[in-house]
């Protein structure tokens, strides 16, 4: 059976896996997480003072859960670049649909957000404790780390086409980041279970609730920077013809 990728998708997929750039940042994200993973086992190994290591597995995830979307939406926002991926006002001159170019994106993101999320996997093998009821809620932890890292990513490629000014970029972006992160931990109940890192512990936990219903904003924002894209690139491409 023949798998039919989006092209942007295939594109993008193909510059990231040739880029050295590409591979010294997997190096960084792993080596960043490994020395946490390091620091977080036992104390008779001589580490850390001792902790409830189920405790060290959520302190993890949520440093994983910061990488995971600073890195996804850093590439799509053009703070990272990479070599010979087409960035969207290069797309907008191809003939792929705005909505093709925008769902290209996206699938760009949730690819690489999830091979973050694969590539950390040996590390949270070795800081798992030995029981067998933490594997499901890494499980249901580390798969919501990939729509959670959508938003932004988004958001990043829709800034990559409607702001030119690289400074404007970088300070929208990073107020999209600080405003998911740090401001929704300000929230009242239960609209603070909109936070990524109160649904991954709740994923993590498996609270009973309505934390998967919690993701749903979330893929709202992503869908909202999907139609964002679509409507820069057919914009620019108005422009163009007049």
Not at 51 to 63: I, P, S, Y
Not at 77 to 101: H, M, N, Q, R
Not at 115 to 125: D, T, Y
């Amino acid at each position: 059976m023949r798998i039919h990728l989006n092209p942007v998708t295939r594109g993008d997929l193909r510059s990231r896996l040739a880029s050295p750039k590409i591979l010294w940042v997997l190096r960084l994200y792993v080596a960043v997480l490994g020395l946490l993973a390091i620091l977080s086992l036992p104390p008779e190994g001589g580490r850390l003072p001792p902790l409830q290591e189920a405790d060290l597995v959520q302190v993890f995830l949520f440093f994983q859960l910061g990488w995971v979307a600073y890195l996804t939406s850093a590439l799509a926002v053009g703070e990272i670049a990479v070599e010979g991926e087409k960035a969207v006002e290069d797309l907008a001159v191809t003939s792929f649909s705005p909505w093709t170019i925008a769902l290209g994106k996206l699938w760009t993101s949730m690819f690489f957000a999830g091979g973050l999320v694969v590539l950390a996997l040996p590390l949270l093998v070795l800081i798992t404790p030995p029981n067998a009821g933490a594997i499901p809620g890494i499980v249901r932890s580390v798969v919501v780390m990939v729509p959670l890292a959508a938003p932004l990513a988004m958001l990043g490629t829709w800034l990559g086409a409607a702001v030119p000014s690289d400074l404007m970029r970088t300070v929208l972006h990073w107020s999209f980041f600080l405003g998911l992160f740090a401001a929704t931990r300000s929230l009242a109940e239960p609209l603070v279970l909109l936070n990524p890192l109160r649904i991954v512990a709740a994923a993590y936990r498996g609270a009973p609730g309505a934390w998967p219903l919690a993701l749903a904003p979330h893929l709202g924002i992503a869908a909202l920077g999907c139609a964002l894209t679509s409507r820069a690139v057919a914009a620019w491409r108005r422009a163009a013809t007049v």
